[in-house]
């Protein structure tokens, strides 16, 4: 999966903050955290969500966890809204987490 490299170096960028991106056939396309609390949370902003989605069917919403953690419910509930699968990127356990709707 090629993408995991984008990611994890999109994430290592934006630490403190969480990052957030989206892939479509296995490119993955970085986006601006718009969140009010982007060090706990992300909001992809529409701009870059509809750039994405103009290049292809999306495959994944990838964010990361800066303080490391598992996926949180509210992870889990809007991955489950999205119905696709989520890809969560914790710094400090450099490994990837998947959330299946």
Not at 88 to 99: G, H, M, R, S
């Amino acid at each position: 999966m090629m993408f995991k490299t984008a990611a994890k170096e999109h994430a290592l960028e934006e630490a403190p903050k969480e990052s957030c991106g989206i892939v479509v056939d296995n490119i993955y396309y970085p986006c601006n955290n718009i969140s009010d609390t982007p060090k706990d949370n992300f909001a992809i902003h529409p701009k870059d969500f509809l750039k994405a989605r103009s290049k292809g069917k999306l495959q994944y919403i990838v964010h990361s966890h800066p303080e490391g953690g598992d996926a949180s419910e509210p992870d889990r509930k809007a991955c489950k809204a999205t119905k696709i699968q989520w890809y969560v990127y914790p710094l400090p356990q450099d490994i990837w987490q998947i959330i299946s709707p």
